[in-house]
């Protein structure tokens, strides 16, 4: 089976145009929402109380509110569905410090009476602890740019990495927006799929960018565009391949991994779209904008192969005893 | 048919696979198995925060028992001994005993001693109170750790995170009552304290206020069953249960359960000395700030060995003896982080994170045969021994597999294909281009090598910042995507061009590339 047809190269540079005003309009969409409706931090980030309770049957939501009114460590608690009827998350601002009697038993002991209940899951992040993942996660993201940036300026040369690290803030950018627009919390599994995609999307931009190279040293043709154009027609086979069979997992992970793990596989899912079309129609067009100047390139690559050549001869020189 | 190095390679890798993996596989009781985060079999992990300030004040407090001891066998007399927080202070009666009193206090390690005419203070050195916080937490690490080994869950962790935490995680406890159980021991100071009562002011103790005993260098401290009992007893234990050296679970003659506890010789003599001199009054046994009994004093008492009655269980008395056995915890501890998770969530999780592998990983086969044909079946060969040798590798070195780290080997699913799909297209456009079988395959290899290795080195990158930068579960991702990767550049690289090239004849006889690479031709 064959998606696309070997000899026709298709003309992406041509549209280029409609596509970066597309994701303009996108990206500014997503940072207009993370401005005005806001990132929504959860317990991880922001410190608090998570505790996910289950009942042998429809959880009684008004009853729970009920018992849980009056009790000032409640203020301002919301009551959840989590997954199914019988399921719900109680989640707080507020948190306790004692060991023995933390706010998780205290939810417990308000509970009684609202009928057969197993609470399954407690998470208390005191305030301390949330700053500091905050601050660690913000730094981690720093870091993995960082270091994605410094290892394709030695690999290929700064233009091709500025032009990935643009294609990454423009995934991570929609990603967190997309967050936004469907309200999910923001813990470190989020952060976790905000990583991978950053290296999911890298991985795409990597290999177009890598026939780019090819054709750049190895092809007679200097004007950016084809070689572009023919780089990406010849990978675009691979790059609808591998992201539909990572849709397949990630998908699979969204409709049956469980609601514990919805936020982490919708935020990959919104990314594997994003980081593939990025790499197309974000990573090379800004290659082309930067103007990167294949003539120069050929002039620098020749230059660079004298040199060798040349300390190669003197080697050569030198062993065979002729200075 | 021909074997090759890589070949060779590809099949040790496989069988080393499968070995390692077997036992995790059948959950067979031998061998290494992966272990599973507390997320997927339920557990408990705390971070605890030691109050170090208040280990310097038990330190202060200690150092004017010590005094008040030491004074009270040399036959110096003092007056208005008195300590706050930070310092000790007294008058001494008969200025003839400076000399000596000076030399016990500077014995006393890290102590700034001012002496003014009678009046003499004592305070600790900067240095002196860095150490004893720095030491309230090594303790109660410790001791946290004695206690946990002892309570009979496989494996507890305690261990120190940064400067001034402590992580403490408990695998495989079932219910929450067993919970309950174990943070209780966890948190308990069971500190011991023989008080002495202050049998001259006794009769009013339900008329005194805390200032009023504190007047008189004595404390008010209610009975643990009844707190409408209160004792009055003086503010300097004569004892700690720093001089215990045991402590049992024994029955008293109706069958009730009580702890005996034997002391040190240091605190047998002190013992001794106080028990022989207060014939006919009373001994308080004071564990946590509250009495447990209060027993006549009838004649001197050596030997050391003593009891602790009270109205508890069993299981109460068992779990209290581990912690008076372990010492006590010098400073409170309290809670910054917790994440509870009962067993049964974790079953579910399990369920829905292998519902999601098994359906993601037949999608991928699937669509690879159909795509590819042959050589979608040499990436799915490749894509299975991935996974034999991530779970080998991950039981091999006792990996823990979070919730998060399944999430990583659905992806490693996903992306594992991706070094093959590369391949196998670069292959197809040199067949298209006309090149020979043999030049086909190994220039599509070489080609396409450069490529996988950046990319599968970029997500790495990115997998090893979360690594250092994630916690629990989340370290459980990152370890999942770094050998996913690692592992599929052996099988789906050095692997598959193993396979072709051991059936490079058969594909070139046959000339069937729709076979072969699901292509025209």
Same mark, same amino acid.
């Given at each position: 089976m064959e998606f696309f047809k070997y000899t026709k190269t298709f003309n992406f540079m041509g549209k280029s145009k409609f596509a970066m005003f597309l994701s303009v309009v996108v990206v500014l969409a997503s940072f207009a929402l993370l401005a005005t409706k806001g990132l929504n931090y959860g317990v991880d980030f922001a410190g608090g109380t998570i505790v996910q309770v289950k009942y042998d049957t429809t959880a009684p939501i008004d009853v729970m509110r009920d018992k849980l009114k009056?009790?000032?460590?409640? /203020?301002?608690a919301s009551i959840t569905e989590f997954g199914s009827p019988d399921e719900v998350v109680i989640r707080m601002k507020t948190t306790t410090g004692s060991v023995t009697t933390d706010i998780g038993d205290v939810t417990r002991e308000a509970l009684n009476?609202?009928?057969?209940?197993?609470?399954?899951r407690v998470d208390i992040v005191g305030p301390k602890v949330g700053s500091e993942l905050k601050e660690k996660g913000v730094m981690s993201l720093v870091l993995a740019i960082i270091g994605i940036l410094i290892y394709v300026a030695f690999r290929f040369e700064w233009r091709f990495a500025v032009a990935s690290i643009v294609a990454l803030i423009h995934d991570i950018s929609i990603a967190l927006g997309a967050i936004t627009l469907v309200g999910l919390d923001v813990n470190l599994d989020v952060l976790a799929a905000l990583l991978t995609i950053l290296g999911y999307s890298l991985n795409d931009t990597i290999i177009v960018f890598d026939r780019i190279r090819e054709g750049v040293t190895k092809g007679r043709n200097t004007d950016l565009a084809d070689i572009i154009n023919e780089s990406v027609t010849r990978t675009l086979a691979r790059t609808t391949l591998t992201s539909l069979t990572t849709f397949f997992v990630v998908f699979t992970l969204f409709m049956f991994g469980g609601e514990i793990i919805h936020a982490f596989a919708f935020t990959l899912l919104v990314g594997v779209i994003v980081g593939t079309y990025s790499s197309i129609f974000v990573a090379s067009p800004i290659l082309l904008a930067f103007g990167f100047d294949v003539k120069n390139y050929h002039v620098k690559l020749a230059a660079k192969s004298k040199r060798e050549a040349e300390k190669q001869r003197m080697r050569d020189q030198f062993e065979s005893g002729v200075m | 048919m021909k074997l090759n190095y890589r070949i060779v390679i590809f099949a040790l890798a496989i069988a080393f696979g499968i070995f390692f993996s077997l036992p995790s596989l059948t959950q067979s009781e031998n061998g290494k198995k992966v272990t599973l985060g507390l997320d997927l079999q339920g557990g408990l992990h705390m971070l605890l925060g030691v109050k170090t300030e208040e280990a310097v004040k038990s330190h202060i407090k200690s150092i004017a028992a010590s005094i008040k001891h030491y004074a009270e066998r040399k036959d110096i007399l003092l007056d208005s001994l008195k300590f706050n927080d930070e310092s000790v202070s007294f008058v001494l009666l008969?200025? /003839?005993d400076t000399k000596v009193i000076q030399e016990l206090l500077g014995e006393i390690e890290g102590a700034n001693v001012v002496v003014d005419g009678e009046n003499i203070s004592l305070s600790l050195s900067d240095e002196e109170v860095e150490r004893t916080k720095k030491q309230a937490i090594s303790q109660a690490i410790e001791t946290i750790r004695n206690r946990l080994d002892q309570f009979?869950?496989?494996e507890p962790v305690v261990a120190r995170q940064g400067e001034e935490k402590i992580l403490v995680e408990l695998a495989g406890i079932k219910t929450q009552e067993e919970e309950q159980r174990a943070r209780e021991l966890i948190s308990r100071a069971a500190k011991l304290e023989l008080m002495a009562v202050d049998?001259?002011?006794?009769?009013?103790v339900n008329s005194m206020s805390a200032e009023d005993a504190a007047a008189y260098g004595d404390i008010i401290l209610e009975d643990?069953?009844?707190?409408?009992i209160k004792y009055l007893v003086r503010e300097l234990p004569i004892l700690e249960g720093s001089m215990l050296t045991d402590a049992n679970v024994g029955f008293d003659q109706n069958n009730r359960p009580l702890i005996n506890f034997k002391l040190n010789s240091e605190g047998a003599e002190i013992f001794g000395d106080f028990t022989g001199k207060s014939v006919g009054k009373r001994l308080a046994v004071v564990l946590d700030g509250k009495v447990y009994s209060a027993p006549n004093i009838n004649e001197r008492i050596g030997g050391g060995a003593g009891q602790i009655s009270g109205n508890y269980t069993v299981l109460e008395a068992k779990d209290l003896a581990i912690a008076l056995r372990s010492g006590s915890i010098l400073a409170p501890i309290y809670l910054m982080e917790k994440r509870s998770v009962g067993p049964s969530l974790g079953a579910d999780s399990i369920k829905a994170s292998l519902i999601a592998l098994i359906g993601g990983f037949i999608l991928v086969i699937i669509f690879m045969i159909v795509y590819y044909r042959m050589a979608g079946i040499i990436a799915n060969i490749a894509l299975i021994a991935n996974l034999l040798i991530l779970l080998a590798v991950m039981s091999l070195f006792g990996a823990t597999l979070t919730l998060p780290g399944m999430a990583g080997i659905v992806l490693t699913v996903g992306m594992a294909v991706d070094a093959n799909v590369i391949i196998s297209e670069r292959i197809r456009e040199l067949i298209y281009e006309g090149k020979s079988m043999h030049k086909a395959i190994e220039d599509g290899y070489a080609n396409a090598m450069r490529a996988i290795l950046d990319a599968n080195i970029t997500t790495l990158i990115a997998s090893v910042v979360l690594y250092a930068y994630g916690t629990g579960a989340i370290k459980g991702f990152a370890i999942t995507m770094s050998i996913g990767i690692l592992a599929s550049m052996l099988t789906a690289i050095l692997g598959t061009h193993g396979i072709y090239e051991m059936l490079e004849k058969r594909i070139q006889k046959s000339k069937n590339n729709r076979l072969w690479f699901g292509i025209k031709g």
């Open positions: 009056g009790n000032a460590l409640f /203020d301002g009476g609202t009928g057969n209940y197993e609470i399954r | 008969d200025s /003839d009979g869950l496989a049998e001259d002011r006794f009769a009013r643990v069953a009844n707190p409408n």
